[in-house]
């Protein structure tokens, strides 16, 4: 078995995954949403202390795994220096400890991953990573060989999603709060500009969205004086603008793109509306549409020891006295970024 573990952000998670079947003997993941709430993001250092707190606790439920291991595993980068070095920090000491060994795993291979959990992986395919940290298409032909097309110029679409509901005061995390509104407001309303909608440049920006619906709420009085239905309006509209731009860039990927499978991963890969538009288009551009399971799309272990089992069968592994530095220094050996 492989014991797993993430902590790039505000997600305390461990998994033990068994290496012949794929199968998840143990998962437990506890969520800081409602410690971050009241400060409208996450705090990397408030996050670090809570992993300090909450991962020990989970590690003491998998105990009972621990004499079938052969491999630790642990989300080494990209994401916070501070609550990544609590994951790693735990990761050596297990590695050591129980004499195993170590491996380190990049946070957005992960999520391709995640894609594979209890099941065999297949390449090549396409990918559209969405998280709250990342926006990007990447074409993935194996595990050593994933290339990224485009991405962001400046914002993710999770951080995007986070700063709408900020501004208009409605909590965190902003994602499910501003799908939620969507479905009840007039999408219509607000005629918010597509970004790059006239340029050829492939890639992602959603700095000038942001900023059109800062001055909207301005126009409208301000956040004090919005309705109920201003904000499910606003909502509806930026949401329509965010699946528009999506799906105009990944158009255009398609268009020299053969590769079949194409593939949502990311903790906004979880909306449904972004999901449906892409449904529609993978069906126009005759590409088969793969979604990970609602439960891994956001930051988990799982997806951690998936990756771990492929890099297990290829002997990828890390000194345990290297992993650290990892954290703050770009692995030479990648092909990701």
């Known amino acids: 078995m492989i014991l797993s573990i993430e902590s790039s952000c505000d997600d305390s998670s461990v998994a033990v995954t068994q290496i012949a079947t794929k199968k998840i003997l143990f998962y437990r993941k506890i969520s800081q949403e409602s410690e971050h709430a009241k400060y409208g993001g996450v705090v990397p250092e408030l996050a670090s202390r809570l992993h300090a707190v909450t991962l020990p606790k989970i590690l003491e439920e998998a105990k ?42 990049n946070h957005l291979k992960a999520h391709i991953y995640s894609l594979f959990i209890e099941k065999e992986s297949f390449f090549p395919f396409l990918a559209l990573l969405v998280s709250g940290g990342h926006t990007m298409i990447l074409r993935v032909e194996s595990y050593e060989k994933i290339a990224i097309l485009t991405t962001t110029m400046d914002d993710s679409i999770g951080e995007s999603y986070d700063k709408c509901a900020k501004m208009m005061e409605l909590g965190y995390p902003g994602g499910p709060i501003i799908e939620a509104l969507a479905i009840e407001g007039d999408r219509d309303r607000f005629d918010f500009p597509i970004p790059l909608i006239n340029s050829p440049l492939i890639a992602f920006s959603l700095s000038g969205l942001k900023n059109a619906v800062r001055l909207q709420i301005e126009a409208l009085g301000g956040t004090s004086n919005l309705t109920i239905q201003d904000k499910k309006d606003i909502a509806a509209s930026f949401q329509k603008t965010i699946i528009a731009h999506l799906i105009h860039k990944s158009k255009k990927i398609f268009e020299h793109e053969h590769i079949k499978d194409f593939a949502i991963v990311g903790g906004v890969a979880a909306n449904k509306s972004i999901s449906n538009a892409f449904e529609i288009l993978c069906k126009k551009h005759k590409k088969i549409l793969h979604k990970v399971a609602l439960q891994y799309c956001s930051d988990n272990a799982a997806m951690v020891g998936r990756y771990a089992l492929d890099a297990y069968a290829k002997k990828d592994f890390c000194e345990i006295s290297d992993i650290e530095s990892i954290v703050s220094k770009k692995d030479k050996n990648r092909k990701l970024l």
């Open 64 to 105: 009972e795994y621990f004499d079938s291991l052969k491999a630790i595993a642990v989300t080494n980068e990209p994401g916070l220096g501070v609550t990544l070095m609590e994951g790693v920090a735990m990761a050596k000491s297990l590695a050591s400890m129980l004499e195993l060994k170590l491996i380190a795993v």
